[in-house]
């Protein structure tokens, strides 16, 4: 078990061992899931490459400019995280 402390804003350090046993780094983004016992669970949000490798439908998408990728992955996040 590791403890934390909440501060007035709502802000929690997550402990060194945490972050290293999920991969995180600073900038990654993290989703909270909430089950029906009220329990919650953080789960890295960020792939690596490696991970989406060959999941895209290469019919009809390629070649595609990195400029539309960025454009596409931007307007991804904006959604998911706005």
Avoid: C, Y
């Amino acid at each position: 078990m590791v403890l934390t402390t909440l501060t007035n804003k709502g802000q929690v350090t997550i402990p060194k061992n945490v972050r290293e046993s999920l991969g995180l780094n600073t900038g990654d983004k993290i989703e909270f899931i909430i089950d029906k016992n009220g329990e919650v669970r953080i789960k890295p949000v960020t792939k690596k490459v490696d991970d989406v490798f060959g999941i895209l439908d290469k019919h009809d998408r390629w070649p595609v400019a990195t400029e539309n990728m960025d454009i596409a992955v931007r307007q991804k996040i904006k959604e998911k995280f706005e």
